[in-house]
């Protein structure tokens, strides 16, 4: 298959077959699409590149590399409050992928499945000979001033996370052979890997409400660093309860435990922060959205970042080196 061929029966007819989107002018098939800023919002933009053998496995079902390329991109549109649009795709195709029918189709049958989900269009990209790279644009819309920033958390409000975290991280140690897990926690966990649910519905019911919100793509203590620098604030986090997030009941350590729901990374959880006295509007938003929420902490005005164990005593010892676990290269505890 030629690379115009490719496009054409791979990637631009499931797009042609979605359902069209008023603001998608112009889909694939030109120089550029086309879209059409609606009034009253902002475009919402940001792209994720998936490289092989470092953010997945060689032997991954090409299903799953398709689902979670745009998952994770959709995810930082969820962490931004925005309502996913449309996505571009940039594609690099080792010989032998190109030229492997049923591994395209499975490929674009889990991308534009996910896609589908979200009514987010496929509207172009780029197809090339090379290393299997798969590099994704998402564009969202989201209200003028509704987004919740990594500068937006205050002093004394609430930490909040949504979902669980650490499965992810335990399946790759699994999968890479450094713990051993029986069979059917593997699977649970690794569907936790390689198929991550984006947010979305959770980040829309908490505009007006969440101040500032970030997706954990590199393990919560790292990523909740990004929010306490930007806001210049410190936070106090109850790490006994982030412990219990893990949601593969996995014979662990305690500092297992910690070490992935700390800083396993892959989790694709929102972490947001809103003031005490709307408690009752983020319950409310996580019902709305069919997703669990869990208050792990607060906002200090004293920065840096305070980890207690369930009985209230501050974590010291590995967990001081946040970034010796972000990353996924890297060894754990
Ligand atoms: P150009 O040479 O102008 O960049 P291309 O020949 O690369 O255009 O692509 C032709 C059309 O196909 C363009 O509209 C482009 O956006 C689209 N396209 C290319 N690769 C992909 C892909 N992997 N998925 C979706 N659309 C694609
Ligand atoms: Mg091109």
Not at 141 to 170: C, F, I, K, T, Y
Not at 298 to 325: C, E, K, S, W, Y
Request: glycine share 12%.
């Amino acid at each position: 298959m030629g690379e115009f061929e490719l496009i054409e029966r791979v990637f631009r007819r499931r797009a042609d077959a979605a359902p069209r989107r008023a603001q998608v002018v112009l889909g694939i098939g030109d120089d550029c699409a086309l879209l059409a800023a609606p009034p009253g919002q902002q475009l919402a933009v940001s792209s994720d590149m998936l490289v092989e053998g470092r953010h997945f496995l060689a032997e991954v079902e090409p299903a799953a590399l398709g689902h979670k390329a745009l998952a994770v991109n959709l995810s930082d549109l969820a962490a931004m409050g925005a309502q996913p649009l449309a996505f571009t795709l940039a594609l690099a195709l080792p010989p032998e992928r190109a030229g492997d029918a049923a591994w395209l189709d499975a490929f674009a049958g889990g991308l534009m499945q996910l896609a589908a989900e979200h009514g987010c269009a496929l509207i172009g990209g780029d197809t090339t000979a090379g290393p299997l790279n798969v590099c994704i644009t998402v564009f969202g819309l989201v209200p003028p001033g509704q987004a919740p920033r990594r500068d937006g958390a205050r002093a004394d409000e609430d930490l909040w996370v949504s979902g669980a975290l650490g499965d992810a991280r335990l399946a790759l140690e699994a999968l890479r052979g450094g713990l051993a897990l029986p069979p059917g926690l593997l699977a649970q966990a690794r569907q936790r890997l390689e198929r991550p649910t984006p947010r979305i519905a959770l980040g829309l019911a908490l505009r007006g409400t969440a101040s500032s919100c970030i997706d954990l793509s590199d393990g919560l203590a790292g990523d909740l660093q990004h929010v306490l620098r930007a806001s210049r604030v410190g936070a106090s986090v109850d790490a006994g309860t982030v412990a219990g997030l893990l949601q593969t009941p996995a014979p662990l350590t305690p500092q297992q435990r910690y070490a992935f729901t700390l800083a396993g990374g892959d989790d694709y959880e929102l972490l947001f922060t809103a003031p005490p006295d709307r408690r009752a509007a983020v319950l409310a938003a996580a019902h709305a959205a069919a997703t669990p929420v869990t208050r792990i902490g607060q906002i200090t005005a004293a920065p840096g970042l305070v980890l207690r164990d369930a009985q209230g005593r501050a974590i010291t010892g590995n967990f001081a080196g946040f970034d010796h676990f972000s990353g996924h290269a890297t060894g754990t505890a």
